[in-house]
């Protein structure tokens, strides 16, 4: 069947605008959708793996940046387009696997066989939906799922042994920065997850009248979701014609990727991961024009362009990181600890605990407690009294007295 629009992602923008949200949030959504639509059924040859066009895209932003309507946006033409489900809210690492379990989709690979493959699939307004807390295990689920492992077994309880065939994970959220501050230590920057995410920060949208764009398009949505259920039904392997591998060849290759982020969060990991991000990118913009399966030098020209469109405002996301209440919250801990050690005094634990129940979910309160520990701030009075809730604190050696 003949495409009902020109492109995908640009023609997704304009009907967005009804949602009152950011052009680039809309433009990386689209990109979410044409990657997860088709699943491991489209895939390039990448040193010896089958490459498919997944990705963990997180839209960050303050309250009121447009993150829900954008996946309400997303939603409105994914469901309708494809019969797959979606990850359920708040789900522990063996809800997830059991979810996966019973979410078996039929494929078509590549080659053209018949693929089953279990799938699992985030589009949630809010990251803390499908990633309750910052939990080692469940990150490093997300991280074999995202990596298309032929096979993934796991055992739960429900269903004792059980075995993930061609698992394939992709997810769409919304992040607050503050969330992001709260639930992330340091070294989570250098694993696997947010290496392996890409960040669309954004501010708030321009205002427009309510009665500027009252009503969804509803010949937009129509054509947008009959071209999204035609891209699903796609199968075959993305081949790059010698302009766009020339492109690659000049950008990544003999310059490295310019320019290169250099925050220092991000290259504790994901500069390591740009090469990959770009090649998914180029595969989807190839498929949001075209069944032709081919990335042209125009489609990897724009995977380039709108990477680096993102690369270049993801230094907000620490800044924003850096001044949310959560940070201080914290500098005020730090402060009665500062202030207790220069009269030669300690904190109880219990006075830390009382303080940040006020403005964190409780079962937050001992990872932050541990994580002021871990960074040297504070430090244990005396480490033989080791009881939660009994210790007490003084300034650590990275927390200055004078």
Same mark, same amino acid.
């Not at 997300?142 to 075995?163: C, F, M, W």
């Not at 032709?292 to 680096?308: C, F, G, K, P």
């Not at 541990?370 to 927390?399: C, H, Q, T, W």
């Given at each position: 069947?003949?495409?009902?629009?020109k492109?995908?992602?640009s023609?997704?923008?304009k009907?967005?605008e009804?949602?009152?949200?950011?052009?680039l949030?809309?433009?990386?959504a689209?990109?979410w959708?044409?990657g997860?639509?088709v699943?491991?059924a489209?895939?390039?040859?990448?040193?010896?793996?089958?490459?498919?066009p997944?990705?963990?895209?997180?839209?960050?932003?303050?309250?009121?940046?447009?993150?829900?309507?954008?996946?309400?946006?997303?939603? @409105?033409?994914? /469901?309708p387009?494809?019969?797959h489900?979606?990850?359920?809210?708040?789900?522990?690492r063996?809800?997830?696997? %059991?979810?996966?379990?019973?979410?078996?989709?039929? =494929?078509?690979?590549? %080659?053209?066989? &018949?693929?089953?493959?279990?799938?699992?699939l985030?589009?949630?307004?809010?990251?803390?939906? /499908?990633?309750?807390?910052?939990?080692?295990?469940?990150l490093?689920?997300?991280?074999?799922? #995202?990596?298309l492992?032929?096979?993934?077994?796991?055992r739960?309880?429900?269903?004792?042994?059980?075995?993930?065939? @061609?698992p #394939?994970?992709? /997810?769409?959220?919304?992040?607050?920065?503050?969330?992001?501050?709260?639930?992330?230590?340091?070294h989570?920057?250098?694993m696997?997850?947010?290496?392996?995410?890409? &960040?669309?920060?954004?501010?708030?949208?321009d205002?427009? @009248?309510?009665?500027?764009?009252a009503?969804i398009?509803?010949?937009?949505?129509?054509?947008?979701?009959?071209?999204?259920?035609?891209?699903?039904?796609?199968h075959?392997?993305?081949?790059? %014609?010698?302009?766009?591998?020339?492109? #690659?060849r000049v950008?990544?290759?003999?310059?490295?990727?310019?320019?290169?982020?250099d925050?220092?969060?991000?290259?504790?990991?994901?500069?390591?991961?740009?090469?990959?991000?770009?090649?998914?990118?180029?595969m989807?913009c190839?498929?949001?024009?075209?069944? %032709?399966?081919?990335?042209t030098?125009?489609?990897? =020209?724009?995977?380039?362009?709108l990477?680096?469109?993102?690369?270049q405002?993801?230094v907000?996301?620490?800044q924003? &990181?850096?001044n949310?209440?959560?940070?201080?919250?914290?500098?005020?801990?730090?402060?009665?600890? =500062?202030?207790?050690s220069?009269?030669?005094?300690?904190?109880?634990?219990?006075e830390?605990?009382?303080?940040l129940?006020e403005?964190?979910?409780?079962?937050?309160v001992?990872?932050? /407690?541990?994580?002021?520990?871990?960074?040297?701030l504070?430090?244990?009075?005396?480490? =033989?009294?080791?009881?939660?809730?009994?210790?007490k604190?003084?300034?650590?050696?990275?927390l200055?007295?004078a």
């Amino acid at each position: 069947m003949p495409r009902q629009v020109k492109d995908f992602v640009s023609s997704f923008c304009k009907y967005g605008e009804t949602f009152n949200t950011t052009p680039l949030y809309l433009e990386a959504a689209a990109h979410w959708m044409i990657g997860t639509a088709v699943g491991r059924a489209i895939a390039m040859q990448a040193r010896g793996n089958a490459l498919s066009p997944n990705t963990f895209t997180l839209l960050i932003g303050g309250p009121g940046t447009g993150k829900s309507q954008t996946i309400n946006a997303a939603r @409105s033409i994914y /469901i309708p387009a494809t019969s797959h489900s979606l990850i359920p809210a708040s789900v522990t690492r063996a809800g997830l696997e %059991d979810y996966m379990k019973d979410n078996l989709q039929q =494929r078509t690979s590549p %080659d053209g066989s &018949m693929l089953m493959s279990h799938e699992c699939l985030g589009l949630s307004e809010e990251l803390q939906g /499908i990633l309750p807390e910052h939990d080692i295990g469940h990150l490093t689920l997300y991280n074999i799922l #995202y990596d298309l492992p032929s096979l993934h077994v796991a055992r739960t309880r429900s269903h004792g042994e059980i075995k993930l065939e @061609s698992p #394939y994970c992709s /997810i769409l959220s919304g992040a607050q920065p503050a969330f992001l501050a709260l639930q992330l230590p340091e070294h989570a920057w250098g694993m696997g997850f947010m290496s392996r995410s890409l &960040m669309v920060f954004d501010t708030k949208p321009d205002r427009k @009248s309510v009665f500027e764009l009252a009503s969804i398009d509803r010949v937009a949505q129509s054509k947008l979701i009959t071209d999204l259920k035609s891209i699903s039904k796609l199968h075959g392997w993305m081949q790059w %014609d010698d302009a766009a591998k020339e492109v #690659y060849r000049v950008w990544w290759l003999e310059n490295g990727g310019p320019p290169i982020p250099d925050a220092k969060r991000l290259a504790m990991g994901y500069n390591s991961r740009r090469e990959i991000h770009f090649l998914k990118y180029a595969m989807t913009c190839s498929l949001s024009r075209s069944d %032709d399966l081919i990335v042209t030098e125009a489609d990897a =020209r724009r995977a380039i362009s709108l990477l680096l469109r993102l690369e270049q405002r993801m230094v907000h996301v620490f800044q924003e &990181m850096t001044n949310t209440g959560a940070m201080v919250a914290l500098q005020d801990v730090l402060d009665m600890v =500062r202030n207790r050690s220069m009269n030669g005094g300690t904190v109880n634990e219990s006075e830390i605990i009382q303080f940040l129940m006020e403005r964190f979910p409780p079962t937050q309160v001992h990872a932050l /407690i541990d994580n002021l520990v871990n960074a040297g701030l504070i430090e244990l009075d005396n480490p =033989r009294m080791g009881a939660r809730g009994f210790r007490k604190f003084k300034a650590g050696p990275r927390l200055s007295t004078a």
